[in-house]
């Protein structure tokens, strides 16, 4: 999977000259929290974020009247406010590539550009979805997390007793173990019974860490509201 495949394709742009409201309202009405700056030739030269423009906003205390607090941001162009250095990768780069490049640089998107101009943009929340969908997360069936010792052939081991059981893999995906020579697996499974299933796992020489029958919707989340009570289901 490619950036290109979960990009947001020509994203809302502004110039440099751009004012601060211009760039808010933009913000507010698409509903997004970055916008890319672009010179008028189109070349990338600039991200602004919506906590830029808060960052520059006068505070509530301030002695200024609204008319001059409106007077002062009116003039304020988007060269004075943008990140100048900007992390941008190509349309070909591999996504958990641009997930590393997200973390390791701790930002929320990366621009995206094709012979130098820009074709799409990708955030957190696009790895947060695609996240979703390797790991299974809107599939229904039986969550198995599996510790393995690293060597050839474990994998093939493990689909071999899924099959076995007349079991189909729908997710898959590896993590590190709490040992150099340890993977820890998720793999999502339907159509296998599980009690037989963890048998003929763990007699493969497979620790079955847990295994969790996900069904209707997957984990129902709790939210916090002091208004009502300590917890509740969304």
Request: glycine letters at 6%; one cysteine or more; a positive charge.
């Amino acid at each position: 999977m490619l950036v290109r495949n979960r990009m947001t394709p020509n994203p809302t742009t502004v110039t440099e000259d751009a004012s601060f409201e211009d760039a808010l309202h933009l913000i507010r009405e698409r509903k997004i929290r970055r916008l890319p700056v672009v010179a008028k030739n189109g070349r990338l030269v600039g991200i602004v974020a919506e906590k830029d423009l808060f960052s520059v906003s006068p505070s509530s205390a301030t002695s200024l009247s609204v008319f001059e607090v409106h007077y002062l941001l009116a003039k304020l162009k988007m060269r004075e406010v943008m990140t100048k250095r900007v992390i941008a990768v190509g349309d070909d780069c591999p996504l958990e590539e641009a997930a590393r490049i997200m973390v390791d640089h701790k930002i929320g998107c990366l621009p995206i550009l094709k012979d130098g101009k820009l074709v799409g943009i990708i955030t957190e929340t696009d790895i947060f979805k695609a996240f979703v969908e390797i790991m299974g997360g809107r599939e229904e069936g039986l969550r198995l997390t599996l510790d393995v010792t690293e060597k050839k052939g474990m994998l093939a081991a493990i689909a071999k007793e899924i099959f076995k059981q007349n079991g189909n893999i729908i997710s898959m995906a590896t993590f590190s173990g709490h040992n150099a020579s340890d993977r820890i697996i998720t793999v999502k499974v339907v159509g296998a019974p599980k009690d037989p299933l963890i048998k003929n796992l763990e007699t493969a020489c497979v620790k079955v860490l847990n295994a969790i029958d996900v069904t209707g919707g997957g984990y129902t989340p709790l939210v916090i509201d002091a208004k009502k009570q300590p917890y509740k289901e969304l």
